[in-house]
């Protein structure tokens, strides 16, 4: 009888939703990233290939360490936005460990929300926020959503 109730009262609920884990998040991140450097390295082939120049330019120059870091984390941000924006809150890594991004209320996110979340990953140490449990990083806080996990969660 209570496992009847606890239905009808889940088939009522509009969303239920789950936050997806530390372990699917960090594999989410270290999938994301890892496709974000193939393509990096892609491009910078197909780049050498064309101007060679270019490339000598750029290693040539004095202190590029860290600008390079800093121009590589801001193309991973867009990288991440375009990719949330046009998957609806998904990634490689969110396709593969069945997860998404949602507002709070499980609604999709829109495109400017998947833009602020991939530029909220460019803030240092970024990563290191979603350690914890529950697993709720500053992309998420700051942008009010959650990454869900789909196989527990009931959304729209």
């Not at 009522?12 to 594999?27: D, M, P, T």
């Not at 120059?61 to 991973?76: A, E, K, P």
């Not at 609806?88 to 495109?111: E, H, P, Q, W, Y």
Request: with cysteine.
């Amino acid at each position: 009888m209570q496992t009847e109730q606890i239905s009808t009262d889940l088939l009522n609920i509009e969303n239920y939703l789950v936050r997806a884990e530390s372990g699917k998040r960090f594999i989410n991140y270290v999938i994301d990233l890892i496709l974000f450097y193939i393509i990096a390295v892609g491009i910078g082939v197909v780049l050498a290939l064309i101007s060679p120049s270019t490339i000598e330019g750029l290693s040539d120059s004095d202190g590029f360490g860290l600008i390079d870091r800093i121009i590589t984390l801001i193309l991973y941000a867009l990288y991440m936005s375009v990719i949330e924006s046009v998957f609806k809150g998904k990634s490689l890594g969110k396709i593969i460990t069945k997860t998404r991004a949602v507002n709070l209320d499980g609604s999709r996110i829109s495109t400017s929300t998947a833009f602020a979340r991939g530029f909220s990953r460019a803030v240092p140490f970024c990563v290191f926020s979603a350690f914890g449990s529950p697993c709720n990083p500053w992309q998420d806080k700051w942008t009010n959503t959650m990454v869900i996990d789909e196989k527990k969660s009931i959304f729209n």
